[in-house]
């Protein structure tokens, strides 16, 4: 008596899609061709996803869930500052983003146009504007004198750009164990802190003094 085919999964279209582009180098002319080649049909396709463009952006919302998710295992997360958690995140997203280095660098590369690239990201960009915005707790806006003055949504979309531009660096870092992007993501969090307390300048030096060694040495 045959057996019937195990249903899939979210998961398994998100792996079978990473899959696809990183051995053809190029993404699925469609979800016909797309569910065709690996064994399922549309309709099981659109029971979770409605473009193939909505599974791109999928993809790097699960890197940042993934990532969250990973931060609230750790029992003394919930006890960091606003900083702290910040660099948590960094820290682990980008070992997530390592661990998947060969589809992001593809993915983000595949179209000459990079506008057209970057639309993957918008999901990740709106997550990650609420998760700044969760962590910015009632107590750190208290403590800073001069933070009524700082939008929330501006700060949140700095740290957007922020992530972006560490994104960018990571993607071009040839560093062993990429530790040139660990020193980025210190000195860009420590600036942007120093930033949002007016405080003494030294992060923000040591920042500018690591940016200019990384595009004058390392041409």
Same mark, same amino acid.
């Given at each position: 008596?045959?057996t @019937?085919?195990?249903?899939?999964? +979210?998961?398994?279209?998100v792996?079978?899609?990473?899959?696809?582009?990183?051995?053809?180098?190029?993404k699925?002319?469609?979800?016909?061709?797309?569910?065709?080649?690996?064994? &399922?049909?549309?309709a099981? &396709?659109y029971? &979770?996803?409605g473009t193939l463009?909505?599974?791109?952006?999928?993809i790097? +919302?699960?890197?940042f869930?993934?990532?969250?998710?990973?931060l609230?295992?750790?029992?003394?997360?919930?006890? %960091?500052?606003m900083?702290?958690?910040?660099?948590s995140? %960094?820290?682990?997203?980008?070992? /997530?983003?390592?661990?998947? +280095?060969?589809?992001?660098?593809?993915?983000?590369? $595949?179209?000459?146009?990079?506008?057209?690239?970057?639309?993957?990201?918008?999901?990740?960009?709106?997550?990650?504007?609420?998760?700044?915005?969760?962590?910015l707790?009632?107590?750190? +806006?208290? !403590?800073?004198?001069?933070?009524?003055?700082?939008?929330e949504?501006?700060?949140?979309?700095?740290?957007?750009?922020?992530?972006?531009?560490t $994104?960018?660096?990571?993607?071009e870092?040839?560093?062993?164990? &990429?530790?040139?992007?660990? /020193?980025? $993501?210190e000195?860009?969090?420590?600036a942007?802190f !120093?930033?949002?307390?007016v405080?003494p300048?030294?992060?923000? $030096?040591?920042?500018?003094?690591?940016?200019?060694?990384? @595009?004058?040495?390392?041409?």
């Open positions: 008596m045959a @019937k085919n195990k249903a899939i999964t +979210r998961e398994d279209i792996s079978k899609y990473m899959d696809e582009v990183l051995e053809k180098e190029q699925p002319k469609s979800v016909y061709h797309f569910a065709k080649e690996n064994g &399922f049909t549309e099981e &396709f029971a &979770f996803f463009e909505g599974l791109e952006k999928e790097f +919302r699960l890197f869930a993934n990532t969250v998710d990973l609230h295992k750790n029992a003394d997360y919930q006890e %960091y500052d900083k702290n958690k910040m660099l995140f %960094y820290y682990t997203f980008f070992e /997530i983003l390592t661990a998947n +280095r060969s589809y992001v660098l593809q993915s983000l590369k $595949i179209d000459r146009n990079p506008l057209k690239n970057l639309v993957q990201l918008t999901s990740l960009r709106e997550a990650f504007k609420e998760y700044v915005s969760e962590i707790t009632d107590d750190y +806006r208290l !403590e800073q004198e001069k933070f009524q003055k700082f939008q949504k501006a700060l949140q979309e700095s740290a957007w750009l922020q992530l972006m531009m $994104i960018k660096f990571w993607m870092d040839s560093s062993a164990a &990429f530790e040139k992007t660990d /020193i980025f $993501i000195k860009s969090v420590n942007s !120093e930033l949002m307390n405080a300048m030294n992060h923000l $030096i040591d920042f500018g003094k690591f940016l200019f060694k990384e @595009k004058i040495y390392s041409k």
